[in-house]
């Protein structure tokens, strides 16, 4: 059975939650301050703990120290109660990690929702972390794609963030993939087994026959003209999971500040309700203009950005990703494979993918990142033979293209071969901006190649 320990001073709140969590199979272990709690970490490592912030010899995120850093399950889930809460303690909670922050009176059905997704032991956490670790080191995250550096550091983010109950926004340029990397947390929370809602924040402007309200909030029947019938919104629908609003900066405000107020409250009311209803969602945003700058120029709520900034992840442009854009587009190729094989067009051997068409990915700047590599891999496909020998296929002169960006080098007829070497080195570092190792990948050469070949060049012209 998972264990819990409740830290809590009222004899009458304890003694509830100690009911409830026994009724749900949980076995429990009490405190009334820190002290007592800290002597019960000593004895044993919970599944769980409920705390009171505001407890006799301290503060509730006091304990946090002593909580053990490698629970079972990676991150041991701390849910904080309080019936002073503010919008400031909220975001003090979440900055230090907490799963969840309820309101006193602690309401017992979403109390109940969220230890339904505490694990239980012996769940093969230990294998599970292996294979995510190998899935890692292969480049596959989830639906994210990539093994460099800077996407490690980003999975090592959504691993930390995952987990808890915390809202996240999710920043980056349009195409680096926020709606999968959004996807991916909720699929390693413990709300995997629930509903993942998405919904364009810029669709309100799209003069939907439903206010932006009624979309968020849903409503009752006869609330407004055309309201037959009572249709609830997206918070209902991501009840028990994950809703993922994108381009949040396109909210109206009055949507904005009725969202914070409902993750403040824990509560939302249907357009033309009367009875408050009970939330249970996890929020993640996105937003595809830096978030500060929405910030400035008033399209984003300071009080909803602080909110939400207590935990944010910022996807890198493919351009910083050059480890990683052979791997995605060859990716993308086998897909097609498998969805042709599936529907029948193709019987014989998958097409495959030549060297001279991934050093054209690796040395194309990406400005649309990775959706522009899917649609141009997509377009290259569909045009080639077995083989995909040119990312260029929309470009003048097609298949035999060699150009970079519309340079192209002029050789005379009976120039030397040694000096058309030269031209040809000297154009394409001027293409890729100087950068050698795309320069070399481009040329089909090694590195320390292309290094040799400068040098060269450098004393025959000193």
């Not at 509730?60 to 053990?68: I, Q, R």
């Not at 339904?116 to 292969?138: C, F, G, H, N, S």
């Not at 590599?373 to 020998?389: D, F, P, Q």
């Not at 950068?435 to 190649?449: C, E, F, N, Q, Y």
Request: with cysteine; proline share 5%.
């Amino acid at each position: 059975m998972p264990h819990a320990l409740i830290v809590e001073d009222d004899p009458n709140s304890l003694s509830g939650l100690s009911a409830i969590l026994m009724a749900d199979d949980f076995t429990v272990d009490t405190a009334t301050t820190l002290a007592e709690a800290r002597a019960a970490l000593a004895r044993f490592i919970p599944d769980v703990v409920l705390i009171d912030l505001n407890l006799p010899d301290g503060s509730g995120l006091d304990l946090l120290p002593s909580l053990p850093s490698h629970a079972p399950d990676g991150a041991l889930p701390v849910i904080v109660m309080t019936g002073n809460a503010t919008v400031e303690s909220a975001i003090e909670g979440l900055r230090h990690g907490i799963w969840d922050y309820l309101l006193k009176p602690v309401n017992i059905p979403r109390l109940r929702s969220l230890l339904a997704r505490i694990p239980r032991p012996y769940e093969l956490t230990e294998e599970v972390q292996a294979l995510r670790t190998k899935l890692r080191d292969l480049g596959h995250f989830g639906e994210i794609l990539g093994r460099s550096t800077v996407m490690q550091a980003v999975y090592d983010q959504i691993e930390h963030t995952a987990p808890t109950e915390a809202a996240v926004m999710v920043c980056g340029k349009p195409g680096t993939g926020k709606k999968v990397a959004a996807r991916t947390i909720h699929d390693l929370s413990r709300r995997r087994k629930g509903p993942f809602v998405t919904f364009d924040c810029s669709a309100a402007r799209d003069g939907s026959t439903r206010s932006m309200e009624s979309i968020l909030f849903g409503h009752e029947r006869n609330a407004y003209a055309g309201a037959e019938n009572r249709e609830p919104g997206l918070l209902e629908q991501a009840g028990g999971g994950t809703l993922f609003l994108d381009q949040i900066d396109s909210l109206p405000a009055a949507q904005q500040e009725a969202l914070l107020r409902s993750i403040d409250s824990q509560t939302f009311m249907r357009v033309g309700g009367s009875n408050r209803i009970m939330t249970d969602f996890r929020l993640i945003t996105a937003s595809r203009t830096p978030v500060r700058d929405a910030v400035a120029s008033g399209a984003l709520r300071e009080d909803l950005f602080q909110r939400l900034s207590a935990s944010s992840i910022m996807l890198p442009p493919l351009r910083e990703r050059n480890d990683d854009i052979a791997l995605i587009a060859e990716t993308f190729v086998d897909e097609l494979n498998r969805e042709n094989h599936i529907a029948g067009i193709t019987s014989g051997s998958p097409k495959r993918v030549s060297p001279t068409f991934l050093r054209e990915c690796i040395a194309s700047e990406w400005p649309g990142n990775v959706r522009e590599l899917r649609e141009r891999v997509r377009r290259a496909y569909h045009a080639s033979g077995e083989t995909i020998e040119t990312l260029r296929v929309d470009e003048q002169g097609g298949m035999g293209g060699r150009g970079l960006n519309g340079s192209s080098v002029q050789v005379t007829v009976g120039t030397a071969l040694a000096d058309v070497e030269d031209m040809l080195i000297r154009a394409t570092l001027k293409a890729v901006g100087g950068t050698r190792h795309r320069a070399a990948t481009l040329l089909g050469i090694s590195p320390k190649t292309l290094y040799n070949k400068l040098q060269r060049m450098k004393l025959e012209s000193s």
